[in-house]
Every structure is written in C-alpha cells, then in structure tokens.
C-alpha cells in the first residue's frame, strides 16, 4: 500500500511541475496574452501543495516548498520576458500601417510590415556618407546606420529602438 501511495504522489508532482514548466514555457511564447498561461502554471502550484497535504513528512513538505520557490523564480522571469515582449509589441505597433521608405544613395527600401529581434546575426553598416535618408508617413529624417544580414543584399534593418536587443523593421530593396 505504502508503494502505491508514493506511487500516486510521485505522478502528482510530476503533474505539478509539468503544469508549471508547461505554462511558465506558453507565458514567455504568447507574451500578448500571457495571463491565462501563468494561471496554468498556478495550477502546477496548487498539485504540488495539494502532494504536501497529503504527507506531512518532512522530506515532502521540504520537496514541495523548494519546487514552489524554483517555479517562483523561472515564473518571475518568465513575467520580466512578457514584459519585455509587450513592450516591443506596443513599439512596432507605433509603426503599424505607417509608410516607412529608406533612401540610400540610388537604392530605396520600403518597409515589409515585418520586424526582426534577433540583432546578433546582423552588422551595422555606416551610412552617414551616402546620402541616406528615412520618410515615416511624408515626415524626413536621417539614417546614420541601417543593419544587415552578410550575404543579403536587397534586405537592410532599421533599429527603431536603440535599447541593447534593438527591434528592426525589415526594408526590401524596391
């Protein structure tokens, strides 16, 4: 009987901390809507507190509390992400349904009505000296620097965000 019993408890908490890791994982993917998915993990919170009240033993009570501590902290991080993402969300949408245009020397860019977050594959190039210029809904502007994939010639990202991630709006060459 006892075997079964830890049996039971061992299937709970893997429940528990499935839930958890499995909502903390869908609240950092879909940071648009990321409160239903943090109620998901709650509910891996709740079987591990229900495996502590069945067995007050201590080795279980001491098991459970530090996977609640270890979810509190992948969950708070998880939140920072969300965070994060809405965040870029609300910047690009700032951009949505603008007609973006990049000029440089004879080549023109047009916004694709994409936006890229990856900054680690691109390089920046300089673009000060030719002539390049930037038109956001007939408003001018100038472009020190666009950034580029190597190898991709008729694609250039523009950093509308100058914070460490950066996020960029793709340009194709027209």
């Known amino acids: 009987m006892r075997?079964?019993?830890?049996?039971?408890?061992?299937?709970?908490?893997?429940?528990?901390v499935l839930l958890s890791i499995q909502g903390t994982a869908k609240a950092v993917g879909y940071s648009d809507s990321y409160i239903p998915y943090f109620l998901l993990a709650a509910l891996g919170?709740?079987?591990?507190?229900?495996?502590?009240?069945?067995?007050?033993?201590?080795?279980?009570?001491?098991?459970?509390?530090?996977?609640?501590?270890v979810y509190l902290y992948v969950a708070g991080f998880g939140y920072i992400v969300c965070?994060?993402?809405?965040?870029?969300?609300?910047?690009?949408?700032?951009?949505?349904?603008?007609?973006?245009?990049?000029?440089?020397?004879?080549?023109?860019?047009?916004?694709?009505?994409?936006?890229y977050y990856r900054s680690a594959d691109l390089e920046p190039v300089d673009v000060r000296d030719k002539d390049a210029s930037i038109i956001i809904d007939g408003e001018p502007g100038s472009v020190s620097f666009v950034y580029a994939k190597p190898g991709e010639d008729d694609t250039i990202y523009y950093n509308i965000y100058s914070g460490s991630t950066g996020d960029y709006l793709v340009m194709d060459k027209s």
């Open 3 to 16: 075997t079964k019993a830890a049996i039971i408890e061992s299937i709970i908490l893997g429940i528990g």
């Open 83 to 115: 965070v994060q993402n809405a965040a870029r969300m609300r910047r690009l949408g700032y951009y949505e349904g603008k007609a973006i245009e990049i000029t440089i020397g004879e080549d023109r860019y047009v916004w694709t009505g994409e936006a």
């Open 45 to 69: 919170i709740v079987f591990i507190v229900i495996l502590i009240l069945l067995r007050k033993k201590k080795l279980n009570f001491l098991l459970g509390i530090g996977f609640i501590v």
